[in-house]
């Protein structure tokens, strides 16, 4: 058994994008050119760097805080993504409700998700996708939440050792493949320091696969290499400690900041019921700013 899971990085709608996709009629055309290689995947992954907290949602003064139109949402899933990781320094934008909304405007349009939580209960389920007989573990976490408190701790994952190892632990016995998405590490830092080498190495010594990193907006070296577990199993284990901004807005000189990638993973599941990377690629994307005219967004693939 063999499937494909294609991981980006941040999906970050700022408000000239929103107002530019209002224009065009829609977000589509921003990513038409980078649709086919999220489609063609089996399981399509990336971190919602915002909220859709909707018509309730509050600008505050000398705050970076993003909201997006309940379409951006129809957009990913049209695109194929299938996950997104919840858990970021963003999530709590629109405070609990729109936290929540979030969350309800997912669910509403099929998108799978994990990290931010409207109930305790609901924190305790693990979410694992099964994709052609792989069950798939998706766990995610953040370092914070930009100083906005959380009502309930249990509502947003939170990067703690304990609670991630105790996590993947209970998804061992249950999964055959455990992908942990970490909202980690410090913004425009192209690697990554020791505390994230240092952490990831902790969750690949207990049974992760493979860490996606988000939060820096620049991309990290992707690395996979051979890792003994505490459980006596050696696989292939990706560490990508940051994927980059897969969509954004920057300024011009920033041009680390308007590249990303799609990660492809291919995996395997023997006859033994073994699961592993079987190998990596890359597509390298860029944000392309001003096409044609002012302010006309396109995410195109940059080979």
Partial sequence: MKITIAAVGDLLMKKQMIASAAREGGFAPIFSKVK???????LTIGNLETTFSGKHFREEPGKLLFNSPDKFAATLRNLGFDVVGTAN???MDGKLSGLRRTLNVLDRHGLRHTGTYRTAREARKKLIVNVKGIKIGIL??????NGIPVPAPSLVNRLNQKKIIADVRSLKSRTDFIIACLHFGKEFRTHPDRHQIHLIQLLFNNGVNVVLGAHPHVLHPIRMYKVKDIDGLTRNRVAASSLGNFVSTELPRHTARLRGTILMLTLTKNAKGITDVLKI???PTRILQ??????????VPDR
């Fill in 281 to 283: 690629s890359c597509l």
């Fill in 36 to 42: 086919p290689y999220l489609r063609k995947s089996d």
């Fill in 140 to 145: 995610a976490y953040t370092k914070g939440t």
């Fill in 290 to 299: 001003n096409v044609e005219k002012k302010n006309v967004y396109r995410v």
């Fill in 89 to 91: 320094n963003h999530c």
